[in-house]
């Protein structure tokens, strides 16, 4: 009997040995199990952070009171100092003693950072956001392209190769076309040589991931004159052609935001009608 109460008052308390009643709650998870702590954070995070890029707190707004937010995520204070840390190193918002929580200006904010792209994604990115990526990858993949034809190793070319070849396979639909295109783009990268160069390929990749699926109304097939382009700058780095590879990248950019572009306002002339 004394171990039947044990295991009762252990249940009650849960699995981390806290009181019931100050575990933070989820809406109930679909198949009956208890979300743990990881999870609940990863959702306050994810939400706060949608919120904040999508326009939800304009820049140097100040958010509601901790009493506010956990009554309307049923979290504890724990988890909220937790999550407004993780938004903090990502600079998306600062602490002020006797002002609270403020929204950064988008200028401060990590957009580089992987969960800051993402949460731009999730909220529905605009064309002047993707123009920006874009951007970015003009100011480094064209040098990198002519840094890997005059780099590259045998190991580094078949790689790029084999993604190359797995883009033609997949480029009606069949398989993960995306994870191709990011290999062959990642694997340019590498093929620099340039560490820095390929620890930046690493914080883009949420932003090639991105425009690739935009560029191709959903990725479900990739135009023809894109394949051959990205073709090009295959045959441009494995014949060791510096200009050539870097020339053909600025081409492909060049029309893939276009696509972009095109893709963006056809879907919101739809929306407005």
Not at 90 to 113: C, H, Y
Request: glycine fraction near 8%.
């Amino acid at each position: 009997m004394q171990e039947t109460a044990t295991r009762t008052k252990t249940l009650e308390r849960g699995q981390l040995g806290q009181p019931k009643r100050a575990r933070e709650r989820l809406p109930a998870p679909r198949f009956g199990t208890a979300p743990s702590e990881r999870k609940i954070h990863t959702y306050l995070t994810g939400n706060l952070g949608r919120e904040i890029v999508s326009g939800v707190y304009q820049p140097g707004s100040v958010l509601p009171n901790a009493e506010v937010m956990c009554a309307r995520f049923s979290v504890s204070r724990t988890a909220l100092r937790e999550a407004y840390s993780v938004l903090g190193a990502k600079s998306l918002i600062v602490a002020r003693p006797k002002v609270g929580t403020r929204v950064r200006p988008k200028s401060e904010w990590n957009m580089l950072d992987a969960d800051v792209l993402a949460w731009h994604l999730q909220s529905g990115p605009t064309e002047d956001f993707v123009g920006d990526l874009y951007e970015l990858r003009q100011m480094v993949e064209p040098p990198a392209a002519r840094l890997a034809a005059t780099r590259r190793s045998e190991p580094m070319l078949k790689q790029i190769s084999e993604a190359y070849a797995d883009m033609e396979r997949r480029k009606d639909g069949t398989g993960d076309l995306i994870e191709a295109d990011l290999r062959f783009h990642m694997g340019i990268l590498e093929a620099t040589g340039n560490h820095f160069l390929s620890a930046l390929g690493g914080l883009i990749h949420a932003s090639l991931q991105c425009t690739f699926r935009y560029s191709w109304a959903g990725a479900a097939r990739i135009q023809d004159d894109r394949l051959h382009q990205h073709g090009a700058i295959l045959k441009a780095i494995a014949e060791r052609s510096a200009d050539g590879a870097h020339s053909r990248m600025t081409e492909l950019l060049r029309d893939s935001i276009n696509d972009v572009r095109e893709f963006l306002r056809s879907r919101g002339a739809k929306d407005k009608s």
